[in-house]
């Protein structure tokens, strides 16, 4: 006997049971541990952040992670999973600046980093529970109790070796460079960063701005009256920073008259500027602009050295866009990449008008390149400038506020031309959503760039689902690659370990903890021993130049090295684990986030990889979409559209929830998620997977049958043959399909299976169950859908774990007490290729057609299916066709339930009257829309049986009860009763079927069936 299975199921409670049950027996321990010795799988965790409740996004990921694991142990593989949590960085910073109500870095500072990195260290694992839980409760399985975790000395000094050899190799550098700067978080951001926060449609000033020409320059050019030249820019908190105005040198410029001024601005750009119809007075190519001079628009004090040229003047450049502006671009080097590029060149002076938070100072000063390589190397001193008074408008103001201030000041002055505002993309930090300043400064960067070709040849081992991702997003990446500004002016993150002479300045990069030890004069080590600031800065030694104190530089790192560096950092490699390369569990066979990471880990991932080992670090890789509200939005707690995964998971239980994950959309794509999707899947598909179940249990359980293992069956029906043929089919498919990293087609040819077995097999074998000898062609059905949910739960182990334990608990286990006491023990099914018989699964295929054809031709006609016909007309598409339905005729007749076929080749011999015709794609049939009386009254002998059957279910009966059956009706209700009343009593297992009016304690209920009154009632029989 089998455990009864209600056909009222609660997921989320029997999901439950089986979390107690895998706990109990350590089911995934042991599913590991049993495929000791066998070809390893590794699955590298992209580590998350613990400082937040997971969202749906997480469960999607995670979903994913753990289907082909679970796939590939059944298949014979060792794959220890291990989890991992990322624990560094500016997320976790901003969090417990929120809480302490900071909003700047003096504020850090005056608290104290000592106490500011204890809340970091404390904050970072507070929704480690929540994870844990969650974790557990979707069934990802990964060892969550020796994870890696990115703040451990441990892991930190593998980095520390990682960045030691790049510096050996001098691919470690510090630049003077343009970079994007949070003036929130007071810090540099890498490319990759930068990627992931721009926002569209930002509203920014749009204005043209006059520069003066200098009198000599107005002089140069012949003109009588004041020239200036036009310059647009977006961004006006720059303009106190230029320097200097390019042009393109073969471009054709002009001189337009407006308001008894001159403007120089772009002949190609007059219309946009708005000046279109002027008079042009004069026309010239860029190059003779070169070299002119103009009044810088503020005063503010530069610092020359012997040989500099004068600042504030035009100079040539090929950047020079004819597409938008004025075709002169204003130069403030200090805040472009370009600006500082070309400020290098032409030695304009670099003039930094506002500070690293984004506040305009009060007094800026410019120096040269010139000037400041002589103060950097002590030739000279940083002037003070002798004024006291604000040079710029808005000192203290942060740029944005600081813009229209300024523009006031240009109006006031006469130098502000025009003034609009526009929409268009700018960069935000990905994390507080300060905007990004491009800023030039000193950064710490990884030379990638010296690695391009081959992180560009990496890439072409590595296979990626979806296939487009990989020379398009990430092949993209990596064609352009810069190189990795990877410091960080902040306190909570592994320090970068480069220590500098306070003397001379030297640097040396240390490369381990003993490394450090070892260093003579080394000093300031305390218990207990915490490689994080401020104590690591503490630790200082001697300088081997000159002997005087050597302090670390005051930076830590991009988090997104740390989990970039996790396939060694996580074995403490190469001072433990040193085998990890031959032992197979280098390099990942499989890893698994959304697409975003196409610039976050699976970038850091594959560029440390490449830097220090020159190859990549995972085979395989399933990129998943975003995922959005119903509507296609983000999800955001502003927006208060955020979907939280517990709600889902404690009403449909988690299997549903994967399953929707796995299923309902292929993993690239993006994907609209709402409560109704997996509604929709679980009365789609684990309804009918389990109505199927529970159908089996119950019949199985009244008739005794017990499945034995040794007998090999011959297959009694065509019906058995072909479905036990779709099953061996399904395996080798799904099987394939999850060896391609697809577990999206392999769940969906799954899911048709499920279909085709209830809507088909169980439905067409529904008589062969009930009735009551036990012969050979009950047992074959027994056998057969046996078979068919016990190979179902190993197939379906993977990706609803908790669905699949439930079956195989009952179905295998209930049987065999020998089995594996748990289907995520079991081996995934082999296809027995031999009982594959393709031939019938298209003929069976061609017999459904026909049937849904027929439903069609009934409906439209008004005739229900369980009235019988006569005969209808059917055309097929070929002489094979004629064959195949000739093949399954019983199965067509029944179907149809038409007593005989009439077969046409022509569609116009359907056209015949009083016949309702339904076709598609060369098939068709056509019924007749008369009905005889004497089918009529068959008709409605079907048409009670069915009502029957129906109050059975409604009055509580039990499957097998055997009832009495009265009825009251008029002269032709009673003829058609007298006439199938076997029929009728052997469909409703009736043992008595009588007139009149039902006694007491009978469930009755009253119908019109065909125009005729019927009062039916059913009472169960001791
Ligand atoms: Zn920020
Ligand atoms: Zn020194």
């Given at each position: 006997m089998f455990r009864p299975a209600s056909s009222k199921v609660n997921f989320p409670q029997v999901e439950e049971n089986i979390l107690s049950l895998w706990k109990e027996k350590n089911v995934f321990e042991r599913s590991v541990d049993s495929r000791q010795g066998c070809p390893r799988f590794v699955l590298y965790e992209g580590p998350p952040t613990a400082n937040g409740s997971p969202g749906i996004h997480h469960v999607l990921s995670r979903v994913f992670k753990d289907v082909i694991p679970r796939y590939k142990v059944m298949k014979g593989y060792y794959s220890p999973r291990i989890a991992g949590w990322d624990t560094h960085g500016l997320p976790i910073e901003l969090e417990v600046e929120r809480e302490l109500g900071f909003s700047s870095k003096a504020q850090i500072e005056e608290y104290g980093v000592d106490r500011f990195n204890a809340q970091c260290r404390e904050s970072v694992l507070g929704y480690l529970r929540e994870w844990e839980a969650m974790t557990e409760r979707i069934g990802f399985w990964i060892?969550?109790?020796?994870?890696?975790?990115?703040?451990?000395?441990?892991?930190?000094?593998?980095?520390?070796?990682?960045?030691?050899?790049?510096?050996?190799?001098?691919?470690?550098?510090?630049?003077?460079?343009?970079?994007?700067?949070?003036?929130?978080?007071?810090?540099?951001?890498?490319?990759?960063?930068?990627?992931?926060?721009?926002?569209?449609?930002?509203?920014?000033?749009?204005?043209?701005?006059?520069?003066?020409l200098t009198e000599e320059s107005q002089r140069r050019l012949n003109l009588g009256k004041p020239a200036y030249f036009l310059a647009w820019t977006t961004t006006p908190w720059t303009l106190p920073g230029n320097t200097a105005l390019a042009v393109a040198p073969d471009a054709d410029y002009a001189v337009v008259e407006v308001e008894n001024e001159y403007l120089i601005l772009a002949s190609a750009l007059l219309k946009q500027a708005g000046l279109e119809g002027y008079e042009v007075v004069e026309r010239m190519k860029g190059n003779d602009l070169v070299g002119l001079h103009y009044e810088p628009l503020y005063k503010i004090p530069i610092g020359y050295s012997k040989g500099d040229k004068l600042a504030y003047r035009v100079i040539e450049g090929d950047f020079v866009s004819m597409d938008e502006g004025t075709g002169i671009v204003h130069i403030a080097p200090a805040y472009g990449e370009i600006d500082f590029e070309v400020g290098e060149k032409e030695g304009l002076p670099l003039v930094h008008a506002i500070d690293l938070s984004g506040r305009v100072e009060d007094i800026p000063i410019g120096l040269t390149p010139r000037r400041r390589k002589e103060i950097f190397e002590g030739l000279a001193?940083?002037?003070?400038?002798?004024?006291?008074?604000?040079?710029?408008?808005?000192?203290?103001?942060?740029?944005?506020?600081?813009?229209?201030?300024?523009?006031?000041?240009?109006?006031?002055?006469?130098?502000?031309?025009?003034?609009?505002?526009?929409?268009?993309?700018?960069?935000?930090?990905?994390?507080?959503?300060?905007?990004?300043?491009?800023?030039?400064?000193?950064?710490?960067?990884?030379?990638?760039?010296a690695v391009k070709e081959s992180l560009i040849a990496g890439n072409n081992e590595i296979s990626w689902y979806p296939e487009y991702i990989k020379y398009?997003?990430?092949?993209?990446?990596?064609?352009?690659?810069?190189?990795?500004?990877?410091?960080?002016?902040?306190?909570?993150?592994?320090?970068?370990?480069?220590?500098?002479?306070?003397?001379?300045?030297?640097?040396?990069?240390?490369?381990?903890?003993?490394?450090?030890?070892?260093?003579?004069?080394?000093?300031?080590?305390?218990?207990?021993?915490?490689?994080?600031?401020?104590?690591?800065?503490?630790?200082?030694?001697?300088?081997?130049?000159?002997?005087?104190?050597?302090?670390?530089?005051?930076?830590?790192?991009?988090c997104w090295f740390d989990s970039g560096a996790m396939p060694l950092a996580q074995w403490h490699y190469p001072f433990e684990n040193e085998s990890l390369f031959e032992d197979g569990r280098f390099p990942a066979d499989y890893i698994c986030e959304a697409v975003d990471q196409t610039r976050g880990w699976f970038y850091s991932l594959h560029a440390i990889s490449t830097l220090l080992f020159n190859r990549p670090c995972f085979k395989n890789v399933i990129c998943l979409g975003h995922i959005l509200d119903a509507k296609g939005?983000?999800?955001?707690?502003?927006?208060?559209?955020?979907?939280?995964?517990?709600?889902?998971?404690?009403?449909?239980?988690?299997?549903?929830?994967?399953?929707?994950?796995?299923?309902?959309?292929?993993?690239?794509?993006?994907?609209?998620?709402?409560?109704?999707?997996?509604?929709?899947?679980?009365?789609?598909?684990?309804?009918?997977?389990?109505?199927?179940?529970?159908?089996?249990?119950?019949?199985?359980?009244?008739?005794?049958?017990?499945?034995?293992?040794e007998v090999t069956l011959s297959y009694q029906s065509e019906l058995d043959k072909w479905i036990i043929s779709e099953l061996n089919q399904l395996i080798v498919d799904v099987d394939s399909a999850l060896e391609a990293y697809n577990p999206t087609e392999a769940g969906r040819r799954i899911e048709s299976f499920v279909n085709d077995l209830s809507n088909w097999y169980v439905r067409r074998s529904r008589r062969r169950f009930w009735k009551s000898e036990s012969d050979a062609d009950k047992l074959s059905a027994y056998t057969t859908l046996y078979e068919c949910l016990v190979t179902l739960s190993k197939?379906?182990?993977?990706?609803?774990?908790?669905?699949?334990?439930?079956?195989?608990?009952?179905?295998?286990?209930?049987?065999?007490?020998?089995?594996?006491?748990?289907?995520?023990?079991?081996?995934?099914?082999?296809?027995?290729?031999?009982?594959?018989?393709?031939?019938?699964?298209?003929?069976?295929?061609?017999?459904?057609k026909i049937s849904s054809l027929g439903r069609a031709a009934r409906s439209r006609a008004g005739i229900k299916v369980r009235q019988p016909l006569a005969e209808v007309i059917v055309k097929v598409g070929s002489s094979r066709d004629w064959q195949s339905l000739q093949c399954l005729m019983p199965q067509v007749l029944d179907?149809?339930?038409?007593?005989?076929?009439?077969?046409?080749?022509?569609?116009?011999?359907?056209?015949?009257?009083?016949?309702?015709?339904?076709?598609?794609?060369?098939?068709?049939?056509?019924?007749?829309?008369?009905?005889?009386?004497?089918?009529?009254?068959?008709?409605?002998?079907?048409?009670?049986?069915?009502?029957?059957?129906?109050?059975?279910?409604?009055?509580?009966?039990?499957?097998?009860?055997?009832?009495?059956t009265y009825y009251q009706g008029g002269d032709y209700v009673?003829?058609?009763?007298?006439?199938?009343?076997?029929?009728?009593?052997?469909?409703?297992?009736?043992?008595?079927?009588?007139?009149?009016i039902p006694e007491e304690g009978v469930f009755s209920e009253s119908y019109k069936l065909g125009g005729y009154d019927i009062l039916l009632g059913v009472k169960r029989l001791g």
């Open positions: 060892d969550l109790k020796h994870p890696y975790i990115t703040m451990d000395n441990s892991y930190i000094e593998t980095c520390w070796w990682a960045i030691k050899q790049m510096w050996d190799r001098g691919l470690v550098y510090q630049g003077y460079k343009v970079t994007p700067h949070c003036p929130r978080c007071g810090t540099s951001l890498s490319s990759h960063e930068v990627a992931l926060g721009y926002q569209d449609n930002v509203e920014d000033p749009s204005v043209y701005i006059k520069f003066k001193v940083v002037m003070s400038p002798v004024v006291t008074l604000p040079l710029t408008p808005g000192r203290g103001a942060f740029v944005k506020d600081a813009d229209p201030l300024i523009l006031d000041d240009l109006k006031s002055r006469g130098l502000l031309f025009r003034s609009e505002r526009i929409r268009h993309t700018y960069p935000f930090c990905w994390r507080c959503e300060a905007p990004l300043l491009y800023y030039a400064k000193q950064t710490w960067y990884i030379r990638t760039t398009g997003r990430f092949g993209d990446w990596l064609e352009n690659n810069v190189d990795w500004a990877f410091s960080r002016e902040r306190y909570w993150g592994t320090p970068l370990n480069i220590w500098c002479c306070e003397s001379c300045g030297g640097y040396d990069c240390v490369g381990s903890v003993e490394d450090l030890k070892e260093k003579a004069g080394f000093t300031g080590l305390k218990e207990p021993f915490d490689l994080h600031r401020p104590y690591v800065d503490e630790l200082t030694f001697d300088c081997r130049q000159c002997g005087a104190r050597m302090r670390r530089v005051p930076e830590v790192i991009d939005e983000k999800m955001s707690k502003a927006k208060g559209n955020v979907i939280e995964p517990w709600a889902i998971i404690n009403k449909y239980g988690a299997d549903a929830l994967r399953w929707y994950c796995l299923t309902a959309t292929p993993p690239g794509n993006v994907r609209r998620f709402s409560e109704d999707t997996v509604a929709e899947v679980t009365r789609r598909f684990l309804l009918t997977l389990w109505n199927v179940y529970s159908f089996f249990v119950t019949y199985a359980n009244i008739d005794h049958f017990t499945p034995d293992a197939l379906l182990a993977p990706f609803i774990p908790f669905l699949a334990e439930e079956l195989y608990q009952n179905l295998v286990l209930g049987v065999f007490s020998e089995a594996p006491d748990s289907v995520h023990l079991a081996d995934f099914p082999v296809a027995d290729v031999t009982r594959i018989d393709k031939q019938l699964g298209a003929d069976t295929k061609l017999v459904m179907e149809l339930n038409v007593k005989g076929l009439e077969f046409v080749d022509n569609m116009v011999e359907l056209d015949k009257p009083g016949y309702v015709v339904s076709s598609e794609g060369g098939y068709a049939v056509a019924v007749p829309a008369e009905i005889s009386p004497e089918l009529a009254r068959e008709g409605m002998a079907r048409e009670i049986v069915h009502r029957l059957q129906t109050m059975r279910r409604s009055a509580g009966f039990d499957i097998a009860d055997y009832i009495a009673r003829q058609v009763i007298k006439d199938f009343a076997d029929y009728i009593k052997q469909e409703t297992l009736s043992r008595q079927l009588g007139e009149g």
